[in-house]
């Protein structure tokens, strides 16, 4: 059974930065694509950034140029750097694969919270 395991949130000034990281119980070769969610109070969830496995990478128009993810493939480990943080990144962030069979497995979620 897959796991996914997110941690790196916390509270963050406006302007400051963090790292989420997202565990996998296994090899992340398994996958097609990792990325991560968020999902703000009383929103939906929505698409922050995306890696394929070959290493391509998409974003959120809200966050490009702020935001960078990125794999360690030794480490099964997916990262989001975020830089100049807004108060509306505030969010549960959630890592997210996809298999190439089409199996979908989520994180349980990391806070992070922006204050101005």
């Known amino acids: 059974q897959v796991q996914l395991v997110e941690s790196g949130g916390g509270l963050v000034q406006a302007g400051g930065s963090l790292r989420l990281s997202c565990a996998a119980s296994g090899s992340i070769f398994v996958f097609k694509a990792m990325g991560w969610y968020r999902q703000a109070p009383g929103k939906q969830r929505e698409l922050v950034a995306v890696?394929?496995?070959?290493?391509?990478?998409n974003y959120a128009d809200s966050v490009k140029g702020r935001f960078t993810i990125s794999r360690d493939n030794t480490k099964n480990t997916v990262y989001l750097q975020m830089n100049s943080l807004k108060p509306e990144d505030t969010a549960v962030y959630y890592c997210?694969?996809?298999?190439?069979?089409?199996?979908?497995?989520w994180g349980k979620g990391t806070l992070v919270t922006v204050s101005s």
């Open positions: 890696i394929t496995s070959g290493g391509s990478t």
């Open positions: 997210n694969a996809e298999k190439y069979n089409g199996l979908i497995y």
